[in-house]
Each structure stands twice: as C-alpha cells, then as structure tokens.
C-alpha cells in the first residue's frame, strides 16, 4: 500500500510505503469451554467448590471473555450457590434447608466490548439435599459375621422411613 502526503507549505509529495496486515475476526467463532457434570451438594457439609472451561474463539483476536451465571429463567442464582466470574468457580455451600432443591443454571460468555452474535451458553445442574431427607447410602454391606447378625437376611436401609429392613 503506498500513501501519498504533500509535505508542509510546499508542492513536493513525499511517499512511504509499509505494509498493512488486516485480520478478520469472526466473533460468532466461540468454542465454549468444557461444562462439569451435575453437582450434588449437602447442606451443611463443607462447601463445594468446582469452575467450568475457559471459553476461546477462533481465530484467537485477543478480546478477554466475561462470564455470568444465573438460575436458568431467572435474574439471579439461587440461596446456597455463589460464582466468581474472575475465576469461573461456582460455590455450593449453605447451612439453610429451605435451600434445597435442584437448579439449572446458565454460563453465559462475552467478548468484552464486542457484541456476540451467536448465544454462548450453557447450562448446568445442581442439587442442594436437605440433610433431614436424603439418603446417601444405597447398600449397606456386612465384612464380616458378628455375634447375632443372621446372614440368611438381605439387609438394607429405605428412604421412607428411615429404617433397617430385614428380608428373608
């Protein structure tokens, strides 16, 4: 490319010729990072802490991407889980019943400064179990025979109510 300037106050043109590189970003081109399973948290346990992929496009035009998260349908997250965009990680901590429930939440990425044509986001599910309702233990499993304890019994514990039940 070469570019023509008149120098000050005279009729002589002076010329210098450099190059321009011009590189087309494709900001719909987002690759979104990777999403975490379902996550399951107890309430009143020690908290739960877990981030999703960094998302990236293609080709790279050096934007720096934003995050948000919210409950899926809602302005906010729900009581018991809290997000860090900075560090995309996602918190499940609370010692609140009332908390409990299962969420959908929804990442969402942006270019900063630019707007994205495409919708970058996804979604993932977690659960807060109320303590007082939920079960952890699926099977109960005897190692060793104890002193009045018939092995001729299938042993197992139900959700409703809260028992050892004996099966022959």
Known sequence: MTVAFPAPNTN???TEVFNVNIIVC???????GVI???????????KHDFVFGVYSQAPLCGYAFTYDLVE????????GVTFNPTTR??????TNNAHAGTFILRITASLDDVPVSSDNSQTITVTLHD???????????????????????LY???RTPQALVLIP
């Open 89 to 94: 990680m996602i918190t499940l901590e609370s």
């Open 12 to 14: 002589i043109t002076h």
């Open 72 to 79: 899926d349908g809602q302005a906010t997250l729900p009581a």
């Open 36 to 46: 975490p399973s379902a996550q399951e948290y107890l309430i009143g346990q020690t």
């Open 156 to 158: 197992y514990f139900e």
């Open 131 to 153: 303590p007082n309702t939920y079960c952890q233990a699926d099977q109960v499993v005897f190692t060793a025979p104890n002193a009045g304890l018939d092995l001729n019994y």
């Open 26 to 32: 494709d900001n719909s081109a987002i690759l979104s």
